[in-house]
């Protein structure tokens, strides 16, 4: 093989690797703050986390404390039977996810702590498949922006005695209109 069709070949593995980081998209419904009702797309990590072995419907989704979970949750009961939303950053995605798993959230959705990024996928990776405890929840990625938009609703809605979205994940493909959220769509 020619050394420029072998570097041609080892570019299009790697490209091939890092888009296969990610086994499927999973489209979680945001039911409630009106203000973000859609079908968010996210991502589901290849390698790590457990599967969605059941369809969580009309669940409580709530902003961990810290928001970056990289300490054990000072809120574990508003974590318990919920899905976490957590923010990227200061930690491993591992130890955010483990936190939440301990804390008894049903799945985590982590996301980009970018507010502008509407595109780029970050590749979630819990660098430990044999670490300890093992992640049984099922994890999911979020771009920025809608996870910034949601958070922010969760808080507004925090000040009114509600501190949490109401969800359902994961949903049918057939039920997402939009490839974005609205407000992605303009910029």
Known sequence: MRPAAALAGAVAAAALLC????????????????????????????????????????????LTEPEDAC????????????????VRGNCAFWEKCVHAQAAG???VIVYDNNADNIDEWIDMNLESETASPPITIPTLFA???????????????AARGRPYSVVSLPMNSSQALLRYPPWSLWI
């Open 143 to 157: 771009l920025g922006r809608d996870g910034t938009k949601i958070a922010s609703a969760i808080r507004e809605r």
């Open 19 to 62: 888009v296969a980081a990610y086994s499927d998209e999973i489209l979680v419904q945001v039911h409630e703050p009106s203000k973000v009702a859609y079908t968010y797309i996210t991502l589901s990590p290849l390698y790590h986390g457990g599967i969605f072995d059941s369809f969580l419907d009309h669940v409580r989704m709530v």
């Open 71 to 86: 300490v054990p949750l000072e809120d574990s009961l508003a974590v318990k039977d919920s899905v976490a939303l957590i």
């Open 105 to 107: 959230a049903r799945a």
